[in-house]
């Protein structure tokens, strides 16, 4: 398990003095940083290949990349009129494919309906997409990292429902983002280490304070809030976790100007050297 940090920055000498200046050497790189993105919907192959050659000359890797438009309600929904977006997310993927880029981190962000029988409508359209989707990342080679959005109005919110997105859509590339705000939802973080196991592509590091109402929560640098941050990382070796593990939502700086991220990642090279 590496350190790894979430970055949207185009110019890579700037990338490049930031990750040495803070002492990573991965990066989960917006799709967005790359030329032909933000026109097309998918980034230009050359563009990517040179921006990663660029990143390993200087001795860092790009083991993951984020779809930085988060797929809208209608491709996720399977609805008619998606299919132009559906395409331009199977093309990312083979991109990312052909440039050596193994995880693309995805937000399925779906709101739920008040009735059940809706929600259950909801499910077989994801179920079409990620049909598409999977079948797209098996040829491309590419790992979906899925991540949930941690909200009682949404589809795909919690550990219960990201089970059921990877069992309706079973394959080796369909899997998570591990992320410690499943605590939003009253969750078990660590029980869902356990239960991911090797379908966990990617992690974040994450700490939230529960505050006095339900799903209210505070946003803490990592070891000030509720999650046992030292349990995390232990429960990810144990499951054979490899990827990057980025920290984010950091709370707010206590001095102005202080970086959290650079401290984020001496305290997790702190946490991960015991």
């Not at 399977?78 to 440039?99: D, H, M, Q, R, V």
């Not at 304070?209 to 070891?223: A, D, I, N």
């Amino acid at each position: 398990m590496r350190i790894g940090i979430h970055s949207s920055q185009r110019d890579q000498k700037e990338l490049i003095r930031y990750c040495r200046h803070i002492g990573v050497s991965a990066v989960c790189l917006a799709c967005s940083a790359i030329e032909g993105y933000d026109e097309m919907g998918y980034p230009d192959l050359e563009a990517l290949k040179v921006f990663k050659e660029k990143l390993e000359k200087a001795g860092m890797s790009l083991p993951a990349m984020i779809a930085s438009k988060w797929p809208s309600q209608e491709v996720l929904l399977s609805k008619p009129g998606s299919e132009k977006e559906l395409e331009a997310l199977c093309i990312t993927l083979e991109t990312l494919g052909k440039a050596g880029v193994g995880t693309v981190l995805i937000y399925p962000e779906v709101d739920r309906p008040v009735s059940r029988l809706k929600e259950e409508e909801c499910w077989r359209g994801i179920e079409r997409f990620y049909d598409a989707l999977v079948e797209s990342a098996e040829r491309s080679h590419v790992k979906l990292a899925n991540h949930a959005f941690y909200h009682p109005w949404k589809v795909i919110r919690n550990t219960e429902t990201l089970i059921k997105l990877l069992e309706e859509n079973p394959s080796p590339y369909n899997g998570v983002a591990y992320c410690q705000g499943l605590y939003q939802m009253g969750d078990d973080p660590y029980e869902a280490i356990t239960i991911f196991g090797d379908k966990i592509f990617l992690a974040h590091a994450r700490d939230l304070k529960k505050l006095r109402y339900p799903h209210w929560f505070e946003e803490v640098f990592p070891g000030e809030g509720d999650i046992d941050m030292p349990k995390t990382l232990r429960l990810l070796k144990a499951v054979g976790y490899e990827g990057i593990i980025c920290p984010e939502h950091l709370g707010t700086p206590k001095i102005q100007g202080e970086n959290l991220e650079a401290k984020a990642v001496e305290y997790l090279r702190m946490m991960m050297s015991k």
